[in-house]
């Protein structure tokens, strides 16, 4: 299994809808992230979590929430989707007990495609 | 001024060649820059890493070679195979934390 798990890892849908995109993680780690991927924009951070009670806007919130309901679990809602959301998103973790390069750790991604 | 500058967009090399994808930051407070490696259909992953107090970094076929006073970094790919092909990120952070990525370079490695 992997160590970073996405669900779900497609999702068509329509404007206004809610969506939410779920990420699980069994590496222990106490920081977890969402990224934006889009072609030309690199990834680009939505929201970040050092811990369960830590909740970050990144350079891109607006639009999403998110909810860090136990160390392993970190989700990406986004509460009226519209097509400009179109996108795949990560899930990503880190150690913030190493010192410090930080290395994160990707899911394999949710491909989000919003009519 | 967290922007990270990547390019080229896109690269074809022939097998055995020299691949070579350029950074640039403006940061001067960054303190890691790594590279990280995307297959289709899969997430990055870390390839290779370096810090500004060194100049070069060597992990088999891949080098870093960072250039501090010129705000930039490269990743060299000695010998590249097909199994290379794949999109490559350069990114910067401060402290591990709240890492900028460049937008990538897809590589193609013809056989």
């Known amino acids: 299994d992997a160590d970073v798990t996405q669900t779900p890892r497609n999702r068509i849908t329509k404007t206004g809808k809610r969506i939410m995109l779920e990420c699980s993680q069994t590496?222990?780690?106490?920081?977890m992230y969402w990224y934006r991927q889009d072609p030309g924009l690199g990834l680009r951070l939505i929201y970040y979590?050092?811990?369960?009670?830590?909740?970050n806007k990144g350079e891109i919130s607006d639009g999403y929430s998110v909810s860090r309901q136990a160390q392993a679990k970190f989700s990406l809602s986004l509460e009226s989707a519209i097509p400009n959301q179109t996108a795949l998103y990560f899930c990503?973790?880190?150690?913030?007990?190493?010192?410090?390069?930080?290395?994160?750790?990707f899911g394999e991604g949710s491909r989000l495609t919003v009519l | 001024q967290q922007q990270v500058k990547q390019s080229p967009q896109s690269l074809i090399v022939q097998k055995g060649g020299i691949s070579i994808i350029n950074c640039a930051y403006e940061?001067?407070?960054?303190?890691?820059f790594p590279w990280y490696q995307q297959f289709p259909g899969k997430g990055p992953a870390l390839l290779i890493a370096?810090?500004?107090?060194?100049s070069e970094k060597k992990e088999g076929r891949f080098t870093i070679s960072f250039n501090k006073s010129a705000k930039q970094f490269s990743l060299h790919i000695m010998d590249s195979q097909p199994g290379d092909s794949a999109t490559y990120f350069c990114a910067a952070s401060l402290y591990g934390q709240n890492f900028v990525f460049g937008p990538g370079t897809r590589l193609s490695v013809l056989p």
């Open positions: 979590s050092f811990d369960v009670k830590d909740i």
């Open positions: 370096i810090r500004p107090d060194v």
């Open positions: 990503a973790t880190s150690d913030g007990q190493t010192p410090v390069t930080g290395e994160l750790f």
């Open positions: 590496k222990g780690h106490d920081r």
């Open positions: 940061n001067t407070a960054f303190d890691y």
